[in-house]
């Protein structure tokens, strides 16, 4: 445990086997054991098919592991139901993707809104929060807006907002600059820094050491063939 | 409430989303179910019309059969059919179809001597009760441009022009029972048609219980073997039989678009295109539910379908009793070309809408939720992963 640090999400040999009923299984997360401290900035760092997607996504609660145990704020999410896991999900993480995953067609407050709409929030209060999250990126003025009319950063920041709308304990953030220029990837960085500066926990997927040697990074795992063998801590 | 509220607008705007391909899915999904409609519409209208006419049909018509041709039947069967048990009244009936080479359409002559043969209202005027008077339908009327105060020109047996005196015309319900009628006096009609003395085209039978009808029947043809009793049943059933027959055939007809239909379900039910999978996959990385998602999914499908299926339905409604079946009555109808045009009554009962409803709605959006179920139960990761 980093000292000072209360632990907040942790994994015990966790695996992931995708295809595990067919002749050629894949084994992306191989028996894993690591943990994510309570307002922390880590990043998980590896070569393409390193196995920092498969883990992002097990501790995001995306997907189950194959084996082992994943414990998030004390509770073992690995035994959830269905239900549970989403609960989690909508309400504990807030999540980038690597290709954004915006609706092209829809607005941007529209988008921004998309994980409020199964909570039982009224339609006002949604789009408070919505205005709240786009205003801290400067994109109140852009929302009604359609999302194919912005530029690359704008919509990196869109997707930023909707990760933020339900006031995530955690963001997590897979490739965040892959598509991103110098500038745009400065300007990420900025907005994670800030985002930390909230005491919230972000725990990046990356192989862009503009990430990993950003001192806003904590702790950098270093994935080879699903396994961890290498940490820094700064 | 609210959530279900939200996820349904999230819903509509999804689909309006993508509006140029769910106008072009409704187009062709209300067309399908538009001719589905027609077709069942039509035969229960048709039935319906065929009912109303037998309403006060006799409980018993005995025709004469020469050589398995109708023939007219002596008036004298009548006193020894009289004399069975639980025989009412019995009475030689004139009546026969006339092709009107002016208009091309086939009309109906009917004889009486009291009142109507069947439970027919007047629009205006009276029934004929004097030599050369008639009382005419609307198509008739129409097709002739002929009415109340005017006349009638018939060509007689004998090739001779006759003129009558039109003083009624009718109404009814039911405007295919009245829309080709001409009614005359019986003795104006024997002259027209030049039926011998001392016959008619048939007998009609009561019977004072309705359980006794097939036995009368069997009694009047062990009497008269050269007769064929027809019960009113009997005609209902051979009208149920044609109509079906006919909406059979044209649903065999359609079978190639119903098909197409079928395989376009069948598309949908077996899987959705990557970009739906990972729609799927970021709404559930974004805390939607399975639950959440089946919900999307099923406002999606039943906004497209309930909209078809009315925009189908109306559009049936519209064909069959605005525009008299335009489309499809030559098929249902059969000899339609020589009938006079006729609108049907409006009617439709809850049967019909379910009916319609289970055949067009339920497949739709079972085929619309079905596949997103897979995608759904599955983890977001390995969704979007594809």
Redesign the interface.
Known sequence: MTAGHERFIATDGVSKT?NPRRADPVRAVDTVTMHVDRGEVLVLEGPSGSGKT?LL?LI?C???PTAGRIVVDGRDVAKLA??EL?ME???RFG?I?QQF?L?A??PVI?NVL??L????L??RE?RRRAHAALGRFALDAKASRKVRTLSGGEQQRVAIA?ALV?DPQVVVADEPTAHLDRRLAEELLAILEDIHRDGRTVVIATHDPRIFDHPIVDRVLEMRDGRIVGERRR | M??HL??L??AL?ALW?RRFKNLAIVVVYGFTIAVLASILLMTDAMRGEAEQILIGAPDLVVQRVAAGRHDLIPVDYAEEIRGLPGVGEVSPRYWGYYFDAFTESNFTFVGIDDGPPYELELLEGRLPSAPSECAVGEGVARARSTGVGHELTLISHDGLGVIFDVVGEFQASSSILTNDLVVFRNADLVELFGIPEGRAVDLSVEVFNDGEVSTVAAKVKRIFPDTRPITRSEILRTYDAVFSWRSGMLLTVFAAALAAFCILAWDKATGISAEER??IG???????????VLELKFWEGAAISLTSFLLGLIAALVHIFLLGASLLAPVIQGWSVLFPEFRFTPSITVYQLFVLGFLTVVPYVASTVAPSWKAA?T????V?RG
């Open positions: 995708y498969s996504s995001g995306m997907s189950r269905e239900s989403t999900r909508r309400q999540f993707f995953h609706v067609d829809l529209e998309v994980p709409y199964p909570t039982e009224s339609l949604m909707r339900n | 609210r959530r939200k996820i607008e999230f705007s989303r990972r729609e970021v709404l559930k990385a974004l805390g939607w539910s399975t639950r959440d139960v983890d977001p990761e390995e979007m």
